[in-house]
Each structure stands twice: as structure tokens, then as C-alpha cells.
T-cell receptor, first 113, second 111 residues
């Protein structure tokens, strides 16, 4: 039973480039959550999605960040025009239903040069 | 709003010592409580959880009891091993969507 998969595991971008982070939920899970972990901090919620819908994006920065979870394929977190402050670990989690236990992927570590 | 406070680390222990990592929370309603563990360079793994007052979550020798009267969910283990060295996160969920995490506590176990 494969767990939550994220790729790439490591991503290096120069300032001004775009970063695309992908997340495939566990089999049978249709709810996806994105969290960001800044260096030496806890995880902060960013966005919660169901298939084709954004349910809660209260933790997403207002500009440059977007997320989607299409009917087919993985969930994508997109960061446009990256800045050094975007350097962090981005974790995806999935659950079978709303309010149920969230299972985390291994994360994508983004480094902006 | 909801929040979680964990004891600051790092916590350094010798092998076979007793472990306690304190966690208190502030929440409206009746949240579910979790402990996650993060090994170096990896994602978070669910360690244990409790969904209502007085529930005890346990796994791999770790235990935590949901104490509503003290709004606490302290993590304990009777005898730690070197392999338990990791970062431990306490978290709560209001049962709706987002998890709210504490800042994490680094545990270092020496042989």
C-alpha cells in the first residue's frame, strides 16, 4: 500500500523562476493538504483541496502561490517568481475523508539561490 | 485561535532513560490530538493519536493521554533508544481540515 508520494524530493531554483511541486495521495484518499516547514520551525498549514476544488486556502500567501488538484493526476503546488524566503520544506498530506487522520509524504525541499 | 505549545529542546538523554515531552494546547471545542515524529531528512510519521478526553494513544512504547482538565497531551516513553532520536511534533485538529502544529522538540539519545 503505497504512501503519499511527493516529487521532486529536492528542488533548486534561482530567484524569479517557477517551482512546481507534485503530490500523489495515498490510494483511496481524495483529500490533500499542503504544509510548509521553514527552517527550525513547525509545519504551517497552507491549503486543503479535494478533487477539482480548493476547500480552504487560508494559509496560502496572497501572491505567487497557487494549488490545484485535478480530476486526474497529482496535486500541484505552484510558486511563481520564487524568492529566497520561499526556501523551505513543503509537505503534502492526504486523508480518506475530511476530518480523518492525515498521512504525510516525504516532502520537497526547495532551495532558492 | 487554536494553538499548540511544546517544551523547547533539544532534549538529550542516555539510552534507557525515561522520556517526557510536554505539550499543551488551546482550542475551542473538542480537538483530536496527535504526536508525529520526523526522522532526519524525512517526512512526518504519525506516532499516536487520541480523539477524546481521557483517551490514551500508544505506539512503539510511546504513550500520551488526552487530559482535558489540563489541556495537555504529554508524550512519554519508559526507556528510549538511540533510534528514537528525531524531532517530535504535537498537533491538534478541530476535526475539520487543518492540523495545527507545535514548534517541535528535538530528541537526542546517546548510547
Amino acid at each position: 500500500n503505497a504512501g503519499v508520494m511527493q516529487n521532486p524530493r529536492h528542488l533548486v531554483r534561482r530567484r524569479g523562476q517557477e517551482a512546481r511541486l507534485r503530490c500523489s495521495p495515498m490510494k483511496g484518499h481524495s483529500h490533500v493538504y499542503w504544509y510548509r516547514q521553514l527552517p527550525e520551525e513547525g509545519l504551517k498549514f497552507m491549503v486543503y483541496l479535494q478533487k477539482e476544488n480548493i476547500i480552504d486556502e487560508s494559509g496560502m500567501p496572497k501572491e505567487r502561490f497557487s494549488a490545484e488538484f485535478p480530476k486526474e493526476g497529482p496535486s500541484i503546488l505552484r510558486i511563481q517568481q520564487v524568492v529566497r524566503g520561499d526556501s523551505a520544506a513543503y509537505f503534502c498530506a492526504s486523508s480518506k475523508d475530511r476530518g480523518e487522520t492525515q498521512y504525510f509524504g516525504p516532502g520537497t525541499r526547495l532551495l532558492v539561490l | 485561535g487554536n494553538s499548540v505549545t511544546q517544551m523547547e529542546g533539544p532534549v538529550t538523554l542516555s539510552e534507557e532513560a525515561f522520556l517526557t515531552i510536554n505539550c499543551t494546547y488551546t482550542a475551542t471545542g473538542y480537538p483530536s490530538l496527535f504526536w508525529y515524529v520526523q526522522y532526519p531528512g524525512e517526512g512526518l510519521q504519525l506516532l499516536l493519536k487520541a480523539t477524546k478526553a481521557d483517551d490514551k494513544g500508544s505506539n512503539k512504547g510511546f504513550e500520551a493521554t488526552y487530559r482535558k482538565e489540563t489541556t495537555s497531551f504529554h508524550l512519554e516513553k519508559g526507556s528510549v533508544q538511540v533510534s528514537d532520536s528525531a524531532v517530535y511534533f504535537c498537533a491538534l485538529s478541530d476535526g475539520w481540515d487543518k492540523l495545527v502544529f507545535g514548534a517541535g522538540t528535538i530528541l537526542r539519545v546517546k548510547s
